[in-house]
């Protein structure tokens, strides 16, 4: 079993930035690749980015290419979504998720999942 839980949500303007962070405990932190995901009200919940149990790689959805980096700190166990000039259609509950497969944004391949961390832009 893997134990998620997020911090770093809350409340900032459009333009601004925030770092989520996901601290995993349980089994062994580097056998999975991590992934974050969210989900607006009313929809449907989409992959935002995902890192690769060796940290090498990562893979971004394009809406978020060039505005959110993924990174992972083994050490700490730690998975981190830095978001950078945030929109206000960024506005969701933003899960990390833990998977045992290599790197993927296919929410159904996902393990283990975080209780999730509200994030909301203002216009």
């Known amino acids: 079993q893997v134990q998620l839980i997020e911090s770093g949500g809350g409340l900032v303007q459009a333009g601004g930035s925030l770092r989520l962070s996901c601290v995993a405990s349980g089994r062994t932190f580097s056998r999975y690749s991590m992934g974050w995901f969210r989900q607006a009200p009313g929809k449907e919940r989409e992959f935002v980015a995902a890192i690769s149990r060796s940290g090498t790689s990562t893979y971004y959805a394009d809406f978020v290419k060039g505005r959110f980096t993924i990174s992972a700190d083994n050490a700490k166990n730690t998975v981190y979504l830095l978001m950078n000039n945030l929109k206000p259609e960024d506005t969701a509950v933003y899960y990390c998720?833990?998977?045992?497969?290599?790197?993927?944004?296919?929410?159904?391949?996902?393990?283990?999942w975080g209780q999730g961390t509200q994030v909301t832009v203002s216009s």
């Open positions: 998720a833990a998977d045992l497969s290599p790197i993927t944004g296919r929410a159904y391949e996902y393990d283990y």
